[in-house]
C-alpha cells in the first residue's frame, strides 16, 4: 500500500510555524479527478482551488485534514464545491506518521467507505423509517500512490454539522444521540454479515495488534506513568490509586490487544474502533439549539468485534464524569435501539440480551480504564497545549494533563473503584 517514495512531494506539508501546507500533489489534476468521480461526469474541468487546514491542532492526529474550494466548469455552468481531503503523513513526520503507515489504515478506511457503507445503506434503505439516514460523510474519491494515500469526503459543515467544543465531556444529549447511532451501524453489520460475511473479510483484525510495537508502548506506558505521578500528588488519591495505576502502565498494551481483539464464541459486530467525540460531528436545531443529528467520521481503525469495544470506547473517552456514573442509561438507549433496529430489518433473532451487553462490557472493564487514563488524557487536553505525539510515542515528552481531565479523572477513579475495576 505504502510504496517508498519516488520524490519528495510531501515533505513540506508542515510551514516553520506548524500550519498545514497544501502538497504538491493536491493540483488541479488531482481535484478534477475527484470531482469527475464524485459527479460521475467526465467532463468537469477544474478552474481554480483554495485549500486551507480543516482541523485545528489537537482535533486530529492520524492525517492531515485539508478542506478545498473548488471552482470547476460542467457544461456551460460554472460550479463551486466545498470538500474534505484527508491525506496520510509522510513517514518523514515522525514515528506516528510511520506506525500509521505500517498498519495500512488508509486502505481500511477507504474499504468501509467503498464496499460496507454501499451494501449497509442499500439494506437500511428497505424500511423507510431508516432510510436516507447516513452514517457518516459521503464518500466522493480516494487514490493512493507512492507519493501519499488520500481520500476525498462531503464537506458536513456545508450541511451544518460541526466538532463539538467541550471541556469535560459530552453531556446525556449528545451521548444519547452517539448510542442510537452507533446501534444503527452495529445493527446493520449483523445482518450485512448474516447475508455476506466476505464483506468483512478484511476487517477480522485490529489494525494495532502487535504486543511488541515500542511506538504503542511507550505511548500507554507514558501516558499511564504520567496520570499516576499527578495522581501521587492528591492525599486522598495517592494511597488508594497511585501504585494500581503504575501498576497497569507495566501491561497496558498487551491488555489494549487482548480486550479490542475479536472472540468467536461472543457477540461481535462491526466497530468503528476510534470513537471519541472528535471523530464526530454534530448538527443543531436553529429553533432551539438542541442537538440533532450525528455523523461519524475516521474509520481507519474499524474492526470486527465486540460491541463492548466502541461502548467503553466512547464512554470512557469522551462522556462527562457525570454522565458516566449513569452509564446504564446509556447502555439501556443502546440495547433497545439495537434491538428495534434487528427487528425492523427482519432479524429479531440477532437481538442479544442486555445481560450479554453488560456481561461483555464488564469483560472489557480494564480497557475502560485504559481508555480514562491512556486515551482520555488526551482527548481532554488543553487546546493551547497540544501534545506533540511523535515525542509522546518516542518517550521525549509527557502529555500535559489538563485541570478539566484532572476533576474528570478524580470522579472517574471513585467510579472504577466502587465497581470493581480497579
Not at 10 to 23: K, Q, V
Not at 185 to 196: E, G, M, N, R, T
Not at 275 to 300: A, C, I
Not at 379 to 408: H, Q, R
Amino acid at each position: 500500500m505504502f510504496a517508498p517514495r519516488k520524490k519528495k512531494l510531501y515533505e513540506t506539508t508542515m510551514g516553520t510555524n506548524n500550519e498545514l501546507i497544501r502538497p504538491e500533489w493536491m493540483n488541479n489534476s488531482f481535484f478534477e479527478k475527484a470531482l469527475r468521480s464524485a459527479e460521475e461526469d467526465n467532463n468537469i474541468t477544474v478552474i481554480s482551488t483554495e485549500v486551507k487546514a480543516a482541523t485545528a491542532p489537537g482535533d486530529n492526529y492520524g492525517s492531515d485534514m485539508y478542506r478545498a474550494l473548488v471552482k470547476f466548469k460542467r457544461g456551460t455552468d460554472t460550479v463551486e464545491k466545498s470538500i474534505i481531503i484527508k491525506a496520510s503523513k509522510p513517514t518523514s513526520q515522525g514515528a506516528l506518521a510511520k506506525v500509521i503507515s505500517e498498519a495500512n489504515i488508509f486502505y481500511q478506511e477507504t474499504a468501509v467507505f467503498t464496499i460496507v457503507f454501499p451494501a449497509m445503506y442499500n439494506l437500511l434503505n428497505e424500511v423507510p423509517s431508516l432510510s436516507n439516514h447516513p452514517i457518516a460523510a459521503k464518500y466522493f474519491y480516494s487514490h493512493s500512490d507512492e507519493t501519499a494515500s488520500s481520500i476525498v469526503l462531503e464537506d458536513l459543515k456545508q450541511s451544518g454539522f460541526r466538532l463539538v467544543e467541550i471541556k469535560s465531556g459530552l453531556d446525556l444529549k449528545h451521548c444519547l444521540l452517539v448510542m442510537r447511532t452507533i446501534a444503527r451501524f452495529h445493527a446493520a453489520s449483523l445482518v450485512l454479515y448474516q447475508k455476506d460475511p466476505d464483506i468483512f473479510k478484511s476487517f477480522m483484525e485490529n489494525a494495532f495488534s502487535k504486543d511488541d510495537d515500542i511506538a504503542m508502548e511507550n505511548f500507554f506506558r507514558g501516558n499511564i506513568t504520567t496520570v499516576a505521578k499527578e495522581v501521587e500528588t492528591w492525599p486522598d488519591y495517592k494511597d488508594k490509586f497511585a501504585r494500581k495505576l503504575h501498576n497497569i502502565g507495566d501491561t497496558a498494551l498487551k491488555q489494549w490487544i487482548l480486550e479490542t481483539k475479536r472472540k468467536e464464541e461472543e457477540f461481535n459486530v462491526l466497530c468503528h474502533g476510534d470513537l471519541w467525540f472528535n471523530n464526530m460531528m454534530f448538527r443543531y436545531s436553529e429553533d432551539t439549539g438542541e442537538v440533532e443529528e450525528v455523523r461519524f467520521v475516521d474509520f481507519q481503525l474499524t474492526h470486527y468485534t465486540s460491541p463492548a469495544v466502541d461502548l467503553q470506547y466512547f464512554m470512557h473517552t469522551s462522556a462527562s464524569a457525570e454522565v458516566l456514573e449513569h452509564s446504564e442509561l446509556l447502555i439501556q438507549e443502546y440495547h433497545n435501539t439495537l434491538c428495534e433496529i434487528l427487528t425492523l430489518l427482519k432479524h429479531p433473532h440477532l437481538q442479544p440480551t442486555m445481560s450479554l451487553i453488560n456481561e461483555e462490557l464488564e469483560k472489557r472493564s480494564r480497557f475502560a480504564v485504559l481508555a480514562s487514563i491512556g486515551v482520555r488524557s488526551i482527548v481532554l487536553t488543553d487546546k493551547n497545549k497540544v501534545p506533540d505525539m511523535n515525542n509522546i510515542i518516542e518517550a521525549k515528552e509527557s502529555i500535559y494533563l489538563s485541570d478539566d481531565y484532572k476533576e474528570s479523572l478524580k470522579k472517574l477513579l471513585l467510579l472504577f473503584e466502587a465497581r470493581g475495576w480497579l
